[in-house]
């Protein structure tokens, strides 16, 4: 079950032209929506990332677990925490919720890669992993799970 745009609170023009949710079909890494090949840059990253996490030397079993039963959405954004890959993400997270429950697999996992920043210090990243975290819950309308803290 893929959501359409209308289903979609995070569907705003920028939203729409700054996502990029795919999934692997045979060998080919393709955009949900249209069925059209991803991005050149993307199809890259998501071949090297597989590559690496299908490593047997590759530490987590789950990860692997979602590669191989193909139980995994992936997106590639422009800029970690900027205003266009925020809305991008709001909108293929919001579209990967929906469809999780009809992804076949033990494990399911949405892997989101940025282009930029290129290098960063690991206290830089994590600043603006949380500056991300936090544009995406300024967007997010669903009320917070009972207990959970602002």
């Known amino acids: 079950m893929t959501t359409t745009t209308s289903d979609n609170p ?3 023009e920028e939203a729409t032209a700054n996502s990029c949710y795919a ?8 955009l949900a929506e249209s069925g059209e090949p991803a991005p050149a840059m993307a199809t890259r990253v998501h071949d090297a ?3 690496l996490i299908l490593d047997p030397e590759y530490p987590c ?3 692997r677990s979602a590669l191989n039963q193909g139980s995994y959405r992936f997106a590639m954004y422009d800029e970690l925490a900027s205003p ?26 949405f892997i989101a890669c940025f ?3 290129k290098s960063i210090t690991p206290e830089d990243f ?4 949380w500056t991300q975290l936090k544009a995406l819950s300024e967007l997010d309308p669903a009320e917070w799970a009972g207990g959970i803290q602002q």
């Not at 999934?23 to 393709?30: C, I, P, S």
């Not at 925020?86 to 909108?91: K, M, P, Q, S």
């Not at 994590?126 to 992993?129: D, G, K, R």
């Open 10 to 12: 995070h569907a705003s």
């Open 23 to 30: 999934k692997l079909e045979g060998d080919d890494l393709l």
């Open 49 to 51: 990332l597989r590559a």
């Open 61 to 63: 079993v789950g990860s």
């Open 84 to 109: 266009e890959a925020t809305a991008g993400l709001a909108r293929d997270l919001y579209t990967f919720i929906q469809e999780q429950p009809s992804i076949e697999g033990e494990f399911t996992t």
């Open 115 to 117: 282009d930029r920043p």
């Open 126 to 129: 994590e600043a603006l992993l």
